[in-house]
Each structure stands twice: as structure tokens, then as C-alpha cells.
């Protein structure tokens, strides 16, 4: 079993930068892909990030390329997203989720284990 708590979110001005952060506790964590994901009110949750196991492979929403970056440390059972160049529209619970098996996250429905999320607010 995996617990993930998130951390980090907050109120910013737009342009502005946060720094996300996922707290995992269990042995399995450092062999699980793990991804952000996001709900705006009144939204579907959506894919934002995914990391591979190892680091070396990530993945982003295009509304977020170029902005946000995703990275791990499973050293210390750490995930992150730096998110830069925040947008309004970036406004949204904010959820770490991870997935057995190898590969990316791209889907909601295809993680098996959630945080309960942080709010990120970007005002204009």
C-alpha cells in the first residue's frame, strides 16, 4: 500500500512560480510511475505530469509544456512539479497519484493509488 500526501499549493499572481511537493510512505513507491493531476471546479480531473519509475522518462499536458516540470527523488520518497509561469487558468486542486505496472501516466482511471490534493490558486 501507498500513501501520498501533497503539498506546497497556495495563492499566486499570475506569472508567478509554486514548487508542489508528494510525500509517498511505502517500500514501493521508488518502482511506481507516478504523475500530477488537477480538478478545476466544475471539471473533469485531468493528466498534468508523469514520471517514470527511474526519473528518466516524463510526460506533460500540452497546456503545461514548457512550464511546469515534474521530478522525483526516491531516495526520499519525494515527488515534485515546479510550476512557472502560473496561469489563471492553471487554478485547480492539484492531486499526486501513482500506478502499478511500467508505464506513463496519461489517464485518471489508470492510477491506482491518490492524494487527497492541494488548491493552487492563480489570480490575474
Known amino acids: 500500500q501507498v500513501q501520498l500526501v501533497e503539498s506546497g499549493g497556495g495563492l499566486v499572481q499570475a506569472g508567478g512560480s509554486l514548487r508542489l511537493s508528494c510525500a509517498a510512505s511505502?517500500?514501493?513507491?521508488?518502482?511506481?510511475?507516478m504523475g500530477w493531476f488537477r480538478q478545476a471546479p466544475g471539471k473533469e480531473r485531468e493528466f498534468v505530469a508523469g514520471i517514470s519509475w527511474s526519473g528518466g522518462s516524463t510526460n506533460y499536458a500540452g497546456s503545461v509544456k514548457g512550464r511546469f516540470t515534474i521530478s522525483r527523488d526516491n531516495a526520499k520518497n519525494t515527488g515534485n512539479l515546479q510550476m512557472n509561469s502560473l496561469k489563471p487558468e492553471d487554478t485547480a486542486v492539484y492531486y499526486c497519484a501513482a500506478k502499478r505496472g511500467l508505464g506513463l501516466p496519461t489517464d485518471p482511471g489508470g492510477m491506482d493509488y491518490w492524494g487527497k490534493g492541494t488548491l493552487v490558486t492563480v489570480s490575474s
Open positions: 511505502g517500500r514501493t513507491f521508488s518502482s511506481l510511475p
